[in-house]
Every structure is written in structure tokens, then in C-alpha cells.
């Protein structure tokens, strides 16, 4: 999915559209992949991940921009069923950032196997390649303290 106006963004809410595209499709999992973050290793598997199975495939020691533990943005798979056993993504977070740290602790709660690539043949810096127009630069729209505080607390 693909969002085209000039509004805020709103990845989660693009990908739990997808996922309702994808299961009308019949498909069997799914992909969660940002648009700028560019796969350069051919190394790198979309097979699919299995029931119960969260595989991160732009995991820290591979991500050009973010390493951190829980991080489990970039590229993700699992399968439709696991997805909708963890009510998808919460659409409340517009502008970047946060849908996956709380997408982490969904993955966590709902007890599914969290893995992520390893032994590949490249690093953080050439595995990917993270592409940022300078056209859009990322929406970091002014905010009160109270609405910092709302946009951390989880919706379920």
C-alpha cells in the first residue's frame, strides 16, 4: 500500500490495509517493508517464516540507521493468521516513528518467536541501503507533552 496525498503518515494504518488486501488475495503471510530501505545483499530470504513465527529481516546488526534491541522496523514477516492474532498494528501513530515499538510489544504479549537474519556476508553498512527524500522530510510536527504522552500509550 501506498500512501499518496500530502497528509500525515500513517504506516500502520497502509499496513493493516495491506493485510486485509492480502487476505481478501488468499495469500499465506506477509511482508512489512519500508519503501526506503533498500535490500543489497542477495542473501536475504522472503521465504516464508511459519505459524508462530515473527522473522525481523532488517534486524539491528544488518540496519543501516537504528540498533537497538527491540527494534523491529524496516523489513518484517509473518504469516496472516499470526498478524490477525495480534489485532495488526494500532493506527493511532501519524508521522514516523513508535508504530513499530508498539507493534514489538504486541509481538511480545501475544507469545510468538521473534527471529531475526544473522550470518549473512554483509554489515550495517551494506546490507541495506536507507533512502530519504529531501523532498519530504520526516514529519516531526510540533507537539504538546500531553499529546507525547497519549501517542505512548498502548491502544489495547
Not at 31 to 53: A, C, K, Q, T, W
Not at 87 to 116: A, C, P, V
Not at 129 to 147: F, L, M, N, P, S
Amino acid at each position: 500500500m501506498n500512501q499518496t496525498d500530502e497528509f500525515r503518515f500513517n504506516r500502520a494504518s497502509l499496513i493493516n490495509v495491506g493485510w486485509f488486501e492480502c487476505d481478501r488475495l488468499g495469500c499465506d503471510y506477509m511482508v512489512m517493508h519500508d519503501v526506503d530501505l533498500l535490500p543489497l545483499n542477495p542473501e536475504i530470504s522472503y521465504r516464508f517464516p511459519g505459524e508462530g513465527v515473527v522473522k525481523h529481516i532488517s534486524a539491528p546488526q544488518y540496519h543501516p540507521k537504528y540498533n537497538y534491541t527491540k527494534f523491529i522496523g524496516g523489513v518484517l514477516m509473518l504469516t496472516m493468521n499470526d498478524y490477525k492474532a495480534l489485532n495488526g498494528m494500532s493506527n493511532k501513530y501519524w508521522g514516523w516513528g513508535l508504530e513499530d515499538d508498539e507493534f514489538y510489544l504486541r509481538i511480545r504479549d501475544g507469545s510468538l518467536n521473534l527471529t531475526r537474519v544473522a550470518n549473512l556476508s554483509t554489515n550495517r553498512s551494506n546490507t541495506f541501503r536507507h533512502i530519504h527524500g529531501v523532498e519530504r522530510k520526516r514529519d516531526y510536527a510540533v507537539v504538546t507533552k500531553e499529546q507525547k504522552a497519549m501517542k505512548r500509550k498502548r491502544d489495547r
